[in-house]
């Protein structure tokens, strides 16, 4: 499953739940008024919810329509919680004795934060959420002085900062748990991919290894067949090369691997594939091309490598190439197969060439 289509779908439950409590709290607040402990004129209260739901609308219509449009959904956890947190304390503002009962949509509504907000962020929201319920509470003071006890106001919010404080603190380790989860899952994504990445490279030189040419032989044998689109397998090899680890060792040996491997990356387009067979044998898998245009390519590489010199002992170096084009519906040990046996005739017929498969026939490209 996808990771970002979890993570929008996530985004979609959680603003769905939102939107459930939400509603139980508008239902609750209306039944309170009609128990008259809510006092607001009607037309007062049918401004406020309507100015709420549609704000919480249409927050819920933009994450809703970018998940079905197959877009990263945008986190909309701070603004609903700043949407209803201004809503319930408008609404504590407006009641009386069950004022303490209503606070509880406050520790309702601070918990969303624990999976989207940073520690700052923690502490910024409790803030705005005590200021605002001080804000009701100052301007309840001013409007209804005696519907309002300091004593007992004094004790709800103390107790109300006390829950706050709590809310900071594990909101804060709920955010580092979180930070660190997703570390941990970046470093081992990336350790994946280098895992992933050295199983298909060969380590020395750097190009894709064996396995690797033989997935996407078969991937690309699959295309050729259903579509049509040719392409053509060249079987290299440095001529003479173990007289060169025998005369110079290894090392020398590793570093004209290395120099041939570069050559044949920067002569072969982005579709192509250069892979390391083994030892000092190479292919080339040119997708897209006729034998007779990848012949072009290949006797282009032969003559560079016959001018160049290669490590520091300034050593001549030559190629040996069969090449053939991929026939239908056949396997792709077969395709190689009868590159191989056409590098075998260009060894047998003096090496420094290119044989190539032209139909049923062996054609020679001598350099």
């Not at 992933?196 to 050729?224: C, F, P, S, W, Y």
């Not at 003479?240 to 290894?250: R, S, T, V």
């Not at 004209?256 to 892979?275: G, M, N, T, W, Y």
């Not at 005739?345 to 350099?367: M, P, Y």
């Amino acid at each position: 499953m996808d990771v970002s289509s979890e993570s929008q779908r996530d985004t979609v439950r959680r603003t769905l739940l939102a939107s459930c409590g939400a509603l139980l709290y508008s239902a609750v607040f209306l039944f309170c008024y009609w128990l008259g402990y809510v006092l607001i004129d009607a037309a007062n209260l049918v401004i406020l919810l309507i100015t709420f739901w549609a704000g919480h609308l249409a927050t819920l219509g933009l994450v809703l329509a970018r998940n079905k449009q197959q877009l990263k959904s945008p986190s909309m956890t701070l603004p609903h919680m700043i949407w209803a947190i201004i809503f319930v304390s408008i609404s504590l503002y407006h009641t009386v004795e069950i004022r303490p009962a209503l606070m509880m949509a406050y520790l309702t509504i601070l918990p969303f934060g624990a999976f989207r907000l940073h520690w700052r962020g923690f502490f910024g929201i409790t803030l705005f959420t005590f200021s605002c319920y001080a804000i009701a509470l100052f301007l309840l003071q001013q409007s209804r002085p005696g519907q309002w006890s300091p004593e007992v106001e004094m004790i709800i919010g103390l107790t109300f900062l006390l829950a706050m404080l709590g809310y900071c603190t594990l909101g804060r380790e709920f955010s580092m748990l979180r930070e660190r989860l997703i570390s941990s899952n970046q470093q081992l994504s990336l350790a994946l991919s280098k895992i992933e990445e050295l199983a298909i490279t060969d380590e020395l030189t750097g190009l894709h290894n064996r396995r690797h040419l033989m997935n996407v032989l078969d991937k690309q044998r699959a295309i050729a067949n259903r579509e049509g689109t040719p392409f053509v397998l060249a079987f290299i090899d440095l001529d003479n090369f173990k007289l060169i680890n025998d005369k110079f060792g290894h090392g020398i040996g590793d570093k004209v691997l290395k120099q041939f491997s570069e050559l044949l990356q920067e002569s072969v387009r982005e579709v192509d594939l250069v892979a390391r067979y083994g030892g000092e044998e190479f292919v080339l898998l040119l997708n897209g091309l006729k034998i007779e245009t990848a012949a072009i390519v290949v006797e282009r590489i032969r003559d560079s490598v016959e001018k160049m010199k290669f490590s520091d002992q300034r050593l001549a170096m030559t190629i040996s190439v069969g090449m053939t084009e991929y026939i239908s519906l056949e396997t792709a040990e077969e395709t190689l197969d009868r590159a191989d046996k056409l590098l075998y005739v260009a060894k047998q017929e003096g090496r420094n060439r290119v044989v190539c498969q032209v139909l049923d026939t062996s054609v020679d490209i001598v350099g």
